[in-house]
């Protein structure tokens, strides 16, 4: 998997790139076109914000392997039962908002085995807008865990958010808290769970991808 221990997300690197050369060739040429100074500090400080936006933090995962662990860092818009739409059971939900400013790496939820995943093409609404679950673009991951139980996670592409990342593939074995890809630029997660599982969050809870405990499997 990528990203396992570089400070920065590697699907940041070429936007580092373009901006850190603009911000240099800028500040070059400020010596005889002082005016480009303004110019220079907007793209230095966008540079800031790139590598701000991609940082790729370690994190120490709970030892409990019944515990579900937050796929993303952010804030629950959703918690409760609704019927998810790869196998048409009733489970339960939790989505996950990432702003701008959150880690926008993503993290696996369970040790467990790659399943499936599914593709959805579509829109690119507000992620908030719960008509973005079954109408934005997005991409499930199937998981299944050793003791049975089955979870998936979506990746939901939203207003901002043009690229989503996953680099897991059916059948690959993934680790609880493993990073397994990232969607640029705001998006959000959502992750069903087992009917039976013991819910440990609530709306408006934060969550820290790979950290925060969503529930505990029966």
Known sequence: MRNQNTPVALEGIPFLAVAGAATLVLIL???RFPLLAVLAVLALVLTLFIAFFFRNPQRLTPADERSVVA????VVIYCGPAREEYSGEEMLKISI?????????????????????????????????????FENERLGM??????GARLVVVQVAGL??????????????????????LIRFGSRLDVYLPLTTEL????????????????ILA
């Open 29 to 31: 040429l400020t010596g």
């Open 71 to 74: 796929p993303a860092d952010g």
């Open 97 to 133: 908002f990432m702003s701008v400013f959150n880690v926008h790496i993503n993290r696996v939820p369970v040790t467990g085995r790659v399943a499936d995943t599914f593709y959805r093409s579509g829109k690119f609404l507000d992620v908030r807008d719960e008509r973005a679950t």
């Open 142 to 147: 199937v998981l299944d865990t050793v003791a």
């Open 160 to 181: 901002i958010a043009r690229r989503i990342v996953c680099y897991a593939k059916e059948g690959d074995s993934l680790r609880r808290g493993e990073r397994y890809g």
């Open 200 to 215: 440990k969050v609530a709306l408006g809870n934060k969550t820290v991808a790979g950290e925060t405990v969503l529930g």
